[in-house]
């Protein structure tokens, strides 16, 4: 990012960088955490995860104004500009994520009282695991403006989608076996479509980081077909 | 938008315009086709709004190339700059509004086949009225710049918030009764969701007019307390 003549221009893109970085760090731990409170019942640890949203959201705030600023000031061209709109989209899917963590947290203090969490509470953390690495993969190739590792990334959300067909299946067993599982179970399946939005999102972290280096999009489909946020092909096979 | 010195550059604005209204009509229709299609069985429309979602995610990509590229070529400041930030949040969030019409629409295809759909289904369309009308109040808004319809708008995403709480209850009453209503049930509890959050996408783009025609914000927090895309506070009230 250095070589521009304007020596303030470079500070502004590094304070960019640095505020990604952190919106990255900061929602990593969120999705940790958010599954670690829902499995283990823990109260505290979902509060966390709720009020880091906040902080979050301001540095989304501040990268998106800091952005924009420095488009109306520097009238960046070409590989400058795709910079500045790319980083605009990695904040953007950054908040998101957050957003999705603290719906799981919320659920996590919703349901901490419950004593039976069900077996299908392991295949949600094997989500989460597969979704954490997706996003930790997704914002190394953008740190590292790495197109191989970008698409990589973009090619393993199969897993997940295959992994969230399988929780989906678990639950509404779980549901039919004994209808005072229905209300924790529902909770735990807008979990599992939470998780798997994570893993869109990172996707999408990985698809602009191909826009930023190579001024090209993806191809409009997906691996399976999939571009939107939260496809449901997950239940087609799970109907019984 | 007149006014500008450079008259291929009104030009632009006014295809921007123009594409972004084009959207606006593809989305609502997805949105109401989407949901007849559902309470209707009718697979025919249902694969419709599937196919028109790839005609919006192509004006999306349209839209967005214009104002990348009229920023790097025109350069513009303050208000014109946050037209054009403005115009790619917009169409980011019709885009995503055709996602969620496009889930429901596969749900549909997907329990086309169930004969009984239950009584919870009026839930459902009222619910998708009330997401229709603020979607369309907030491109109304946003056509206009008119920062006082677009607060309205913003105000009003409380009503769907209360309508989903008794659909959430609805159908966790009905899978509770039988279980042969799970599957289906929890297919038509996503696309309540689906319909919550078509609507907080109309909230952002009531956001979006504000921010543009005033350069601030709106306050962090929605009404009660929300900023995300899918708070859960629908399911506190509804366990059982």
């Given at each position: 990012m250095a070589g521009h003549t304007v020596k303030s221009y470079d500070r502004e893109l590094d304070t960019i960088e640095r505020l990604i970085a952190e919106m990255g760090g900061v929602a990593e731990k969120m999705v940790v955490d958010a599954v670690d409170a829902l499995a283990g019942a823990n109260k505290g640890l979902a509060q966390q995860v709720?009020?880091?949203?906040?902080?979050?959201?301001?540095?989304?705030?501040?990268?998106?104004?800091?952005?924009?600023?420095?488009?109306?000031?520097?009238?960046?061209?070409?590989?400058?500009?795709?910079?500045?709109?790319?980083?605009?989209?990695?904040?953007?899917?950054?908040?998101?994520?957050?957003?999705?963590?603290?719906?799981?947290?919320?659920?996590?203090?919703?349901?901490?009282?419950?004593?039976?969490?069900?077996?299908?509470?392991?295949?949600?953390?094997?989500?989460?695991?597969?979704?954490?690495?997706?996003?930790?993969?997704?914002?190394?190739?953008?740190?590292?403006?790495?197109?191989?590792?970008?698409?990589?990334?973009?090619?393993?959300?199969?897993?997940?989608?295959?992994?969230?067909?399988?929780?989906?299946?678990?639950?509404?067993?779980?549901?039919?076996?004994?209808?005072?599982n229905i209300s924790l179970c529902a909770h735990l399946l807008f979990c599992s479509k939470n998780i798997e939005r994570i893993g869109d999102h990172a996707t999408n972290i990985a698809e602009t980081v191909v826009y930023l280096v190579t001024g090209e999009a993806m191809p409009s489909e997906r691996p399976r077909g999939r571009r939107v946020t939260d496809v449901d092909h997950d239940v087609a096979e799970a109907r019984t």
């Open positions: 709720v009020a880091a949203d906040l902080r979050l959201d301001g540095l989304q705030r501040e990268t998106e104004e800091l952005a924009v600023l420095t488009i109306a000031r520097r009238q960046p061209m070409a590989v400058d500009l795709r910079e500045l709109i790319g980083a605009i989209r990695v904040a953007g899917d950054l908040e998101r994520v957050g957003d999705l963590a603290k719906n799981i947290a919320k659920r996590a203090i919703k349901i901490s009282a419950e004593s039976r969490i069900p077996r299908a509470i392991l295949g949600l953390r094997h989500m989460n695991e597969v979704a954490t690495e997706l996003l930790k993969d997704a914002l190394d190739a953008y740190a590292q403006r790495n197109v191989e590792r970008a698409r990589a990334a973009w090619e393993r959300d199969i897993d997940l989608d295959t992994l969230e067909d399988s929780v989906f299946r678990d639950l509404l067993t779980h549901m039919m076996e004994d209808p005072r």
